[in-house]
């Protein structure tokens, strides 16, 4: 049977089945990395999103129990080029095909992908419904209808851990901060790089009250994950509780609720930053990084300098803001992903740099 993936503005793609027989609405968004597509399915902050690959084969490798980004696949659809039904790699323990079935993941492929993208860069990501199940148009409208979209949704609670859990003790003979996390929707590289320098990591709920995130930390970290970041007044309430108290640091959704917390507003963007090929200056060092991204809501930068906050990092491709610092009030955050995952490694420096010298400072001006 044939896979079908219609866009609200009419216009469909139509092509090869893949994955699981089902029909899934979300937002059609395309990211342009040219491996890691097990990273993509799994990160959280795909969160109800169809997601569009540019490169044009997909699935050589195959997948592995090694490098998920959290315990489910977490997109609503996903189509390519080329979906390869073979997997050629030493390391591979499944298909992408049998990954995506067993998940409820339905995928098309035999589609003009290049069409798709210019369709999106020049129309903005918008709703859109894949199936593969023959539905007919009618239906498949009506279903796109149905669905709210993602401004002003919360997806961080479908996201979230439900419970406080220790991901990492303390390690090395250097003390390091402790590190507390905000789960929003966190990537497990993200955890594994503060494991790595030698943090005791611990994780709590988004749910979790400022006091309980606080106690006991030496940074409280904002992590990435999904949805609207103006649709979490009550956690970004409990988030400026903790501003000018304790040292925090933000990526990615994380760096959103903390320019909210500044008082900043946040927007969306027309299509959005997905890949692993976008460059950002570091205005500290002056260096240009290509950076791994994910987002589709930028923070406002004029309402960052308005809180006494300076910019630290910007896109090149669209002149957006990527990160801040506020010294006086202990906040450092970044729009992008500096652990990669998939992408390049430019910026994971920042962990274990700026963010963990950052929050040992604050702690101590504190």
């Known amino acids: 049977m044939g896979g079908i993936l219609l866009l609200e503005d009419g216009r469909s793609f139509r092509g090869e089945a ?8 979300g937002e059609v968004v395309f990211n342009t990395a040219m491996t890691g597509y097990q990273e993509v399915l799994t990160d959280p902050s795909y969160r109800e999103q169809i ?15 090694d490098d998920v980004e959290s315990d489910a696949v977490q997109v609503a659809g996903f189509c390519a080029r080329h979906f390869s039904p073979i997997a ?35 129309k903005g990501a ?61 990537k497990r590289n993200l955890l594994r790089l503060f494991a790595q320098a030698g943090c005791h990591v611990e994780v709590f709920p988004a749910t979790v009250r400022a006091e309980e995130l606080a106690d006991g930390a030496g940074a409280v970290f904002l992590s990435n994950g999904p949805g609207d970041p103006a649709a979490l007044p009550g956690i970004v309430g409990e988030v400026k509780k903790l501003v000018g108290k304790t040292p925090l640091l933000g990526v990615c959704l994380g760096h959103q609720l903390l320019g909210l917390a500044l008082g900043a ?48 990092h910007v896109n090149l491709n669209d002149h957006t803001l990527e990160g801040f610092v506020h010294a006086d009030l202990g906040v450092i955050a970044v729009q992008f992903h500096p652990e990669a995952a998939p992408g390049p490694n430019d910026s994971a420096h920042l962990i274990f740099d700026r963010f963990l010298r950052f929050a040992g400072s604050a702690r101590k001006e504190a």
């Open 18 to 25: 893949f994955g699981a027989p089902a029909t899934k609405v």
């Open 51 to 65: 997601v569009v690959m540019t490169t044009a084969h997909v699935g050589n490798y195959g997948v592995n129990p």
């Open 88 to 122: 050629s790699n030493h390391r591979s323990t499944g298909t992408l095909a049998d990954y995506l079935a067993a998940a409820g993941v339905p995928g098309v492929h035999g589609i003009d992908t290049r069409a798709l993208v210019r369709h999106i860069r020049n």
């Open 265 to 312: 507003d946040t927007f969306k963007l027309r299509f959005g930053h997905r890949g692993g090929n976008h460059p950002v200056r570091d205005n500290e060092t002056g260096r240009v990084e290509i950076t791994s991204q994910n987002h589709g809501f930028c923070v406002d930068p004029a309402g960052i300098e308005r809180a006494g906050a300076r910019i630290t």
């Open 126 to 186: 918008m709703r859109a419904v894949l199936t593969t199940e023959g539905l007919d148009e009618s239906e498949l409208r009506a279903r796109i209808e149905a669905w709210p979209g993602m401004v002003g949704r919360d997806l961080v609670t479908e996201v979230s851990t439900p419970a406080r859990y220790t991901f990492a003790e303390a390690s090395g003979s250097v003390a390091m901060p402790r590190i507390h996390v905000l789960d929003g929707g966190v």
